[in-house]
Each structure stands twice: as structure tokens, then as C-alpha cells.
Nanobody, 115 residues
Framework: QVQLVESGGGLVQPGGSLRLSCTASGIFFRLYAMDWYRQAPGKQRELVASITSGGNTNYADSVKGRFTISRENAKNTVDLQMNSLKPEDTAVYYC?????????WGQGTQVTVSS
């Protein structure tokens, strides 16, 4: 019954912004760390940003200063604000909830950065 539902993906021009959102159900959301991953064509899935249950954040070097991860526990949501987007940000973005050995994934949402 665990479900992560993502939204906000789409096509954006270089330099533009996009906000991804992930809504979780079926878990005690406040206990889980929440991550955003992405997988570009022909590449391995990579961790983009993470936020702990306590609100501490970390970012991949490639997105640091451009992306912001946030969570609203009252809404069971985690967002990824993406600014100054580059073509190399093009990927399928996945929401992940994890607690100990438990890990759940969203379906992924396509982000395409192209002129």
C-alpha cells in the first residue's frame, strides 16, 4: 500500500526552473529520509538530493546551489526546486523514501531541458 506519486516534470528551456513534488502514502512519513534521484539516458541512477527526517539536506556537487530539496511533513510531501536548469539535468527523476533497510520508489517523472 506504499505509494509515492510524483508530479511537476516536463520540458523547460536552459536556465529555466521546474519544481518537482512527491506525495507519499502508506508510510509514517516523518520517520523517512527522502531523496531525489535521477537517471539520464545511458547512465546510472544517481542521487541528486536528500533530506533527513530532521530536515538536514545534502546535494550532489552537480546541482549544489541550483537545486533545493524540502519537505512538508504535514502534507507527506517532498519537493525539489530546480533552478538554472542545464541540458545535462535532463533525466527521469525519481522520489525515494527510505528508513533503515526499507526503501520505496516513485514511478519517475521526465525532466527535459532543451532549447
Amino acid at each position: 500500500q506504499v505509494q509515492l506519486v510524483e508530479s511537476g516534470g516536463g520540458l523547460v528551456q536552459p536556465g529555466g526552473s521546474l519544481r518537482l513534488s512527491c506525495t507519499a502514502s502508506g508510510i509514517f512519513f516523518r520517520l523517512y529520509a527522502m531523496d531525489w534521484y535521477r537517471q539520464a539516458p545511458g547512465k546510472q541512477r544517481e542521487l541528486v538530493a536528500s533530506i533527513t527526517s530532521g530536515g538536514n539536506t545534502n546535494y550532489a556537487d552537480s546541482v549544489k546551489g541550483r537545486f533545493t530539496i524540502s519537505r512538508e511533513n504535514a502534507k507527506n510531501t517532498v519537493d525539489l526546486q530546480m533552478n538554472s536548469l542545464k541540458p545535462e539535468d535532463t533525466a527521469v527523476y525519481y522520489c525515494n523514501a527510505n528508513w533503515g533497510s526499507l526503501s520505496y520508489w516513485g514511478q519517475g517523472t521526465q525532466v527535459t531541458v532543451s532549447s
